[in-house]
């Protein structure tokens, strides 16, 4: 892959925040975070793949639960309304930690890579190819977004 194929990264957006992607997301990229874990002010963080920017669908979510149940939870809100939790029972972020999440976006699912280990897939429930946000909230510090065509 050459740097021509991928958009000028995002560095450092204060959280919360959404904003648009670099065109509509397509089958074919990846989605590349990078940031760490904040050590207290809450007990989750979420990377919401939403169609616009009001909240109300988002096909993809990946929220990071730090409560009794420690998990990564993965869903999709159509018109307002959550759907199914999927949920991993594994933790692969850790309170006061960078991490990097590499999202790549098939065309039946999303395939999440976590520090450089593939982590969950995520079948797509609705069409993916309105996706035209990317939000991120709760204990979470993100220093670097980059969009790239694999």
Same mark, same amino acid.
């Given at each position: 892959?050459?740097?021509?194929? =991928?958009?000028?990264?995002? +560095?450092? /957006?204060?959280?919360?925040? =959404? ?6 997301? +397509? @089958?074919?990229?990846?989605?590349? %975070? ?15 793949? +939403? ?7 988002? /096909? ?7 409560? &009794? ?7 999709? &809100? +159509?018109?307002? =309304? ?5 949920? &991993? ?21 999303? &395939? ?7 982590? @969950?897939? @995520?079948?797509?429930? %609705?069409?993916?190819?309105? %996706? ?6 709760? %204990?979470?510090k993100v220093s670097y977004v980059c969009f790239k065509n694999e």
């Amino acid at each position: 892959m050459s740097s021509g194929d =991928s958009q000028p990264p995002s +560095q450092n /957006p204060d959280i919360p925040v =959404s904003g648009p992607a670099p065109g509509i997301i +397509q @089958y074919g990229q990846a989605i590349i %975070v990078n940031g760490s874990v904040l050590r207290s002010g809450g007990d989750s963080f979420s990377v919401d793949f +939403q169609n616009g920017t009001d909240g109300s669908n988002i /096909p993809f979510s990946l929220t990071a639960r730090f409560i &009794k149940e420690s998990c990564v939870v993965f869903n999709t &809100k +159509q018109n307002g =309304s959550w759907g199914t939790e999927e949920k &991993k029972m594994e933790q692969p972020f850790q309170r006061g930690e960078p991490f990097q999440i590499q999202f790549q976006v098939h065309s039946t699912a999303f &395939k999440v890579i976590v520090n450089g280990t593939y982590f @969950y897939e @995520y079948q797509h429930r %609705v069409p993916f190819d309105q %996706v035209d946000t990317i939000s991120f909230n709760g %204990v979470v510090k993100v220093s670097y977004v980059c969009f790239k065509n694999e």
